[in-house]
């Protein structure tokens, strides 16, 4: 399972930090990640990160503004985003997919709405 908390509104420019919070998956085994969805658009893949070595992607959207990170011994997943603009407007999905980060996730969790508005 994958729960996703952490949305919300903020202002343009401002940050917000979305969690992922694991369970019934062995967390190294699987590489999680974050996909978003905006409203009349297909899901992008954000951020993903290869919980066994570490391995580290992001979109060329959010670059130098996103952070993700894990902790194992808590078995979470974080998305710290900074630098926020309105086209980062949407609703964030937590993802799993086995072993790599390979683009096509195994399981979503549910999303979390991320609004970056003045």
């Known amino acids: 399972q994958l729960q996703a908390s952490g949305g919300g509104l903020v202002q343009p420019g401002g940050s917000l930090t979305l969690t992922c919070a694991v369970s019934g998956l062995t967390m190294d085994h699987y590489a999680i990640g974050w996909f978003r969805q905006a409203p009349g658009k297909e899901p992008e893949g954000v951020s993903c990160i290869t919980i066994d070595d570490g391995m580290i992607f992001y979109a060329d959207s959010v670059k130098g503004r996103f952070v993700i990170s894990s902790d194992n011994a808590k078995n979470t997943v974080s998305l710290q985003m900074n630098s926020l603009k309105p086209e980062d407007t949407a609703v964030y999905y937590c993802?799993?997919?086995?072993?790599?980060?390979?683009?096509?996730?195994?399981?979503w969790g549910q999303g979390t709405l991320v609004t970056v508005s003045s």
């Open positions: 993802t799993a997919e086995h072993y790599y980060c390979s683009g096509v996730p195994n399981y």
